[in-house]
């Protein structure tokens, strides 16, 4: 079994460095090998690295780099600066000329990558893209994995893509009907016509431009505001994203004055109340109801502040 496994991921590294061009004698049409353009690339996107956090980023022997980094100074492509007091840190930059040289291979990068996409419609688009986290998410460290999210406010886009999730997961997961999608709807909508960026706030988790999560926190009234619409991808769970956006949630509430949280739930949902006790929240009522083509117990939780 292990052995038909190994195999296939063989197979598939084969086609991938195949069809992206790793295999090329230069990589994108320029003189770089591989390991080159990546050095290239973290450099042209941090303001400052020293060599040894590129190293460890990047996994490569400190004599390969050295020579790497010697050859790009040679071209007038690297500068150097004290890393704050320590004279005996150096950060990297790119220079003007090195960021030149660079340029076209981002964008000889973006156009290959682009030219792969737009050869598929948006459902097999989606499909790749989540396949490509499950991958990376997977064979990450959970520390890695944790530490590449980050959560960001809405964006144009964010709220269909909440509405649409939230309808494709809960049916899929509970056997949840339209009913279900049709709520998720009318708060986001209503969230969108009320915004009140003082006192409200949506975060929504991504990692390399994917969305994870999301979580909502709305005002009830001036002293109680009320979560809402926590979710988290199933291949992000297990990241400690919920508790993230659990907490982040809960400091929003306490810098905007509010004196308490509530939220409404359902008894089924075990991994969600189970950050609600954690974060410190407690069930303050419970009832039966048929919704969502389901008989459901609706619980409702708070956290005084």
């Not at 063989?10 to 770089?32: A, K």
């Not at 990376?136 to 999210?149: H, I, K, T, W, Y």
């Not at 915004?195 to 991504?206: N, S, V």
Request: hydrophobic share 40%; net charge positive.
């Amino acid at each position: 079994m292990l052995s038909r496994q190994i195999e296939s991921v063989r197979s598939f590294n084969r086609f991938y460095t195949q069809r992206i061009g790793v295999l090329d004698e230069g990589l994108l049409d320029s003189p770089f090998s591989l390991t080159e353009v990546r050095v290239l690339y973290e450099l042209a996107h941090h303001r400052g690295i020293t060599a040894t956090d590129l190293t460890q980023s990047l996994g490569l022997d400190k004599g390969y780099l050295s020579r790497i980094l010697k050859r790009f100074r040679s071209k007038g492509w690297l500068a150097r600066s004290n890393a704050g007091d320590d004279a005996r840190r150096h950060l990297l930059t790119l220079t003007p000329a090195g960021r030149r040289a660079f340029a076209p291979l981002e964008k000889r990068s973006r156009r290959q990558v682009r030219a792969m996409l737009a050869a598929l419609d948006e459902p097999k688009r989606q499909q790749v893209l989540e396949a490509m986290q499950a991958v990376r998410g997977n064979l990450q460290s959970s520390a890695d994995r944790e530490a590449s999210v980050v959560l960001r406010a809405h964006r144009p886009g964010d709220i269909g893509w909440v509405i649409q999730r939230h309808g494709e997961l809960y049916a899929r997961e509970y056997d949840w009907n339209s009913e279900f999608e049709a709520l998720v709807a009318d708060i986001a909508a209503k969230f969108l016509r009320n915004f009140d960026p003082q006192r409200e706030r949506c975060w929504i988790a991504e990692r390399d431009g994917i969305r994870l999560g999301c979580i909502f926190l709305v005002a009830r009234n001036r002293t109680t505001a009320k979560l809402r619409m926590l979710l988290v991808e199933p291949h992000a769970r297990g990241l400690g994203l919920g508790r993230r956006l659990v907490d982040e949630c809960v400091r929003f509430a306490r810098a905007a004055g509010y004196r308490r949280i509530v939220l409404w739930t359902q008894s089924n949902l075990t991994a969600a109340r189970h950050l609600y006790e954690k974060a410190g929240f407690h069930k303050t009522g419970e009832e039966t109801h048929r919704s969502f083509g389901h008989d459901l117990v609706a619980q409702t939780w708070a956290l005084r502040l």
